[in-house]
């Protein structure tokens, strides 16, 4: 299979890429390449996307079996590739969010009947999550529309693993391995988490490429235990039978401790009834169409290479510091 990447240098779509490498396909990464080298074995051709059609110009007339499209948010990056590239490819793989959901309140939603944002067709000046969900939404109504083969849109959750350097997920290996002392954690603590490996969404990516799957599918593992998820990587890491301390919502919000992301911050919470579906999809669809999700010591080792790479004991994107934690811990 010849398949093109649009990206290829980092994290999803490298994954991607390598991927498909190892499973012996061709890969060309269209890319400034810039962030990052693409993987060894694959073509580069360089391409500026915030150029319009003329940036595509080295890929006209080329035959694609396969194409996966990783813009972030951007539909008329989206529009540009499907005119240029759209006609000769039989496959093509959107990677969208599950940030394009309007509810995520209701439990048990899946990715064929729950409702959507409206679209926002072109990157706002503020960035806010329901316009980065709506940017996916016209992005998805583009492929749908435009381009005549099989079409497979994506929608991952939160994607940890090796490469991620968001720290919504690579907190906790970091702060299992630093060695000793109690760890705080959210309450309740066995509240629903979903993730999905890049590794994982980048072999199902291949599989369906490979099978010219067609659909809207979410990739998160199934609904897991906060509690269990900790315990796991905790002892991946080396640290079994962590003494974990939890704190309630209104105790983290009355000492400013964010859910989720950010600065002074928990990841894997995110509490509320807003939010008591944010974590709890329904993905029999995605197992049953080859979605396959690796143990959660593997991502959490990963992950922790990552982490060791980037610093332990650095400023971090999402988390507490190790003297935010003791200085909370201390007030309980």
């Known amino acids: 299979m010849r398949l093109l990447v649009l990206g290829g240098t980092v994290?999803?779509?490298?994954?991607?890429?390598?991927?498909a490498l190892r499973r012996g396909h061709t890969v060309v990464c269209a890319a400034r390449g810039t962030s990052g080298a693409v993987p060894e074995g694959a073509e580069l051709v360089r391409v500026d996307r915030t150029e319009g059609t003329a940036a595509l110009?080295?890929?006209?007339?080329?035959?694609?079996?396969?194409?996966?499209?990783?813009?972030?948010?951007?539909?008329?990056?989206?529009?540009?590739?499907?005119?240029?590239v759209g006609p000769t490819a039989r496959h093509w793989t959107f990677v969208s969010s599950m940030s394009v959901y309007a509810d995520h309140g209701t439990p048990g939603q899946d990715a064929a009947t729950a409702g959507v944002l409206p679209e926002v067709h072109e990157r706002p000046a503020e960035v806010t999550p329901d316009a980065y969900g709506g940017a996916k939404v016209a992005s998805e109504n583009l492929v749908s529309s435009l381009f005549g083969g099989p079409a497979f849109l994506v929608r991952p959750g939160l994607i940890v693993g090796g490469g991620d350097v968001s720290d919504r997920h690579g907190y906790w290996p970091a702060r299992f391995a630093r060695a000793g002392g109690p760890v705080l954690v959210p309450e309740p603590v066995d509240d629903d988490v979903q993730f999905v490996d890049v590794r994982d969404l980048a072999d199902w990516i291949l599989l369906a490429a490979e099978e010219r799957l067609a659909g809207t599918f979410d990739a998160v593992c199934g609904p897991t235990p906060r509690s269990e998820v900790l315990a796991r990587t905790a002892a991946a890491v080396g640290a079994p039978d962590p003494d974990l301390v939890s704190a309630s919502?209104?105790?983290?919000?009355?000492h400013t401790v964010s859910p989720w992301s950010g600065p002074r911050s928990l990841p894997l919470w995110a509490p509320g009834p807003e939010y008591a579906g944010f974590m709890r999809h329904d993905v029999s669809a995605s197992l049953a169409a080859g979605l396959r999700i690796r143990p959660f010591e593997e991502s959490a080792t990963d992950a922790l290479v990552t982490e060791r790479e980037l610093g332990l004991d650095r400023t971090r994107h999402a988390g507490l510091s190790a003297a935010e934690e003791a200085e909370l811990l201390s007030l309980l």
């Open 11 to 19: 994290f999803v779509s490298k994954a991607v890429a390598t991927a």
């Open 57 to 84: 110009a080295p890929l006209s007339g080329e035959h694609f079996d396969a194409v996966v499209d990783v813009a972030t948010m951007d539909p008329p990056w989206v529009r540009d590739a499907l005119e240029v």
């Open 249 to 254: 919502p209104e105790f983290l919000a009355e």
